[in-house]
């Protein structure tokens, strides 16, 4: 792959920097620099509208179901300007997991039915992978679907489910045959919230936001059509969507930008004097960090490039996903110790973006706390980082 920029690069990004510039609310871009983990929905999906329209939805999908056909060092820079524009996160279950398996493995109706309301956000989803003891070991789920008729009726709980209060679909694995090898009875699902019998209860994490929930599925009635492809082999499916899931979990451009950050604030005078930039064990942590983040940018260009050559992401995502995320928590540690006695009040505007209090601290104290202890959990989600590395080593290294 070139690594360097083309000129007819440089015009595109020109045009995207243009296009953020001109279309994002500044008090909107305000709010995703403070509190990026907790923007409001109708914030998010106004500015989904506004990249729909402009046809800069998806540029990981095929163009034929409204892919932008970016190169790939289109994508990454068009990564690189969203960042830097502080726009809203896209919520990824959608655009960036259902929705391959959709266009992928599903029915003529079911991508009718389903891709075009994921691109224009009319849509929103949730993932329900995970049970209470059915994490790490994903595969031993209990969730049961039963058919009866064409309808399948499901029973169990799904937990650790990311915005499925504000959902309208979660995709869901369920086990349609408890009598097979595990990975065998498992089946793939898409199924409306508003389905009686559908509960969600939240779940508020240590930094005091609603982010996390418990879904419960009582006698929940599922339309047969809405199973992706065949029956049982919904453990395939769901490992394509978990590739997919994990290689935008790289996050080089944000941690670019929280490098950023740190300098601005760790080379910002004292109130006991002196910078904590010049305190040479700091100073020696950060550039450390930044040379890793550079090789992490390398690698994730490499990543990129053998997409855009038509291979599907394999195990290697998961080297991003380890390096990624080690990475983001170093950085957001380093931001805290900069913060000092301004990291700690706590402030509910950090959570709550209808909240309008005066911060504590300076501007730039608000919702550092918050993304650190929330991110916490960075190296747990998406699968942890230890099954990532059981992933490399019997995957890619073959041990
Ligand atoms: C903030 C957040 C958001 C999430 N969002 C979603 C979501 O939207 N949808 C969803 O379905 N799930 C979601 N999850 C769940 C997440 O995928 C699981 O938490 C994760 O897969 C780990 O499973 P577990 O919590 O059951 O931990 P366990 O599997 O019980 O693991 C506990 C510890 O043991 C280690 N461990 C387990 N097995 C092994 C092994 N074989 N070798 C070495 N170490 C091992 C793990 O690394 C971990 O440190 C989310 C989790 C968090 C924290």
Known sequence: MDMMFSDADLVFRDEVKTFFAENLPPAVANIVRRTPSYVAKDDVVAW????????????????????????????????????????PRLSSFGITMVGPVIYTFGTDTQKARYLEKILSGDEYWCQGY???GSGSDLASLQTRAV????????????IWTSQAHRADMI????????????QEGISFLLIDMKTPGLSVKPIITMDGGHYLNEVFFDDVRVPV??????????????????GHERTGIAGVSKSKQVVAKVKQIAGTERSEGG???????????????EVD????????????????????PGPESSTLKIRGTQIEQE??????EALGYYALPYDASQVRPDVNEAPVGPDYSVGVMSERLLRRAASIYGGSNEIQKNIIAKAILGL
Do not use: H
């Open 48 to 87: 989904q509208k506004t990249l729909y329209k402009k046809g800069w939805i998806a540029p990981g999908w095929p163009v034929e179901y409204g892919g932008t056909g970016w190169t790939p060092m289109q994508k990454f820079i068009y990564g690189e300007e969203y960042q830097s524009a502080y726009a």
């Open 225 to 242: 059509e809405n199973r992706i492809a065949e029956e049982n082999k919904g453990w395939t499916y769901a490992k394509f969507l978990l």
């Open 147 to 158: 058919l009866d008729g064409d309808e399948y009726v499901v029973n169990g709980q799904k």
């Open 171 to 182: 995709f869901c694995l369920v086990r349609t045959n408890p009598d097979v090898k595990k």
């Open 331 to 336: 950085l957001n540690e380093l931001l805290v």
């Open 275 to 289: 910078k904590l930039l010049d305190d040479a064990d700091y100073r020696n942590r950060l550039s450390r960090i």
């Open 293 to 312: 983040l550079m090789a992490l940018e390398i690698t994730n260009l490499r990543m990129m490039a053998a997409m855009g050559a038509g291979k599907t």
């Open 130 to 132: 995970s049970e209470p």
